[in-house]
Structures are given as structure tokens and as C-alpha cells.
């Protein structure tokens, strides 16, 4: 069992940007006009471009 905090070893940094992203991206593009995918997507993209800045 995992404990709060502990990052699973399957998660990626851009995991977790993409879930840092993801509330961004439910406010900005409306849930209701979008699909649970199309938000995910758009959470991984602007996950690739943090990964991006990084470098």
C-alpha cells in the first residue's frame, strides 16, 4: 500500500505536471463542452510544455 506523498513508481514528472495542469485546464475549457479525453489531452500537452521549459 502506497502512503500519502509517496509517488508511485510507474509516475512520471510529466504525470505530475499533467496533474498540476489539469484543474487549469477543467476551468479553461469547460467540462461541459469537452470531453473527459480532450481535457486530458490538453492537460499532456501543456505537461510537454513545462517539460520543454525545462530544458
Same mark, same amino acid.
Request: overall charge positive.
Given at each position: ?17 499533467? =496533474? ?30 513545462? =517539460?520543454?521549459?525545462?530544458?
Amino acid at each position: 500500500m502506497s502512503h500519502l506523498g509517496q509517488v508511485p513508481k510507474s509516475e512520471t514528472l510529466r504525470d505530475r505536471f499533467a =496533474m498540476a495542469a489539469l484543474p487549469a485546464v477543467v476551468q479553461l475549457w469547460e467540462p461541459r463542452r469537452n470531453t473527459p479525453k480532450r481535457m486530458a489531452e490538453r492537460a499532456y500537452e501543456m505537461a510537454d510544455a513545462m =517539460m520543454e521549459a525545462r530544458k
